[in-house]
């Protein structure tokens, strides 16, 4: 299995952007397809974007759609989250997840074989 480790995180006021990596190691990172969650104090875990193993397929929850953008550097190893028009809603521990790829699709369930520790974002209100 891969490792996963998530970086990015941190204190951010409303309105303002935070971009989030997912470094992959052990394995070449274009074999599978990257997920990313959350999940805030007291909340279910919620599948924020999904990037399939060449990039060509993205999806997003309704919650961040045209705020959050998801890409990957697969030459790198990285798969990124831009995350911009931040709310005190985005709080929250964000991990990134890794699953085998079959063909060139990807999904928001949980569904996945290896997770990062997360990092945190908080956005005060």
């Known amino acids: 299995q891969p490792q996963l480790v998530e970086s990015g995180g941190g204190l951010v006021q409303s309105g303002g952007s935070l971009r989030l990596s997912c470094a992959v190691s052990?394995?070449?990172?274009?074999?599978?397809?990257i997920g990313w969650f959350r999940q805030a104090p007291g909340k279910e875990r919620e599948g924020v974007s999904c990037?399939?193993?060449?990039?060509?397929?993205?999806k997003y929850a309704d919650s961040v759609k045209g705020r959050f953008t998801v890409s990957r550097d697969n030459a790198k190893n990285i798969v990124y989250l831009q995350m911009n028009t931040l709310g005190p809603e985005d709080t929250a521990v964000y991990h990134c997840a890794a699953r085998l790829a079959v063909g060139e699709g990807c999904y928001l369930k949980p569904d996945y074989d290896t997770w990062g520790q997360g990092t945190q974002v908080t956005v005060p209100s």
């Open positions: 052990g394995y070449r990172s274009d074999l599978y397809i």
């Open positions: 990037i399939s193993k060449g990039g060509s397929v993205t």
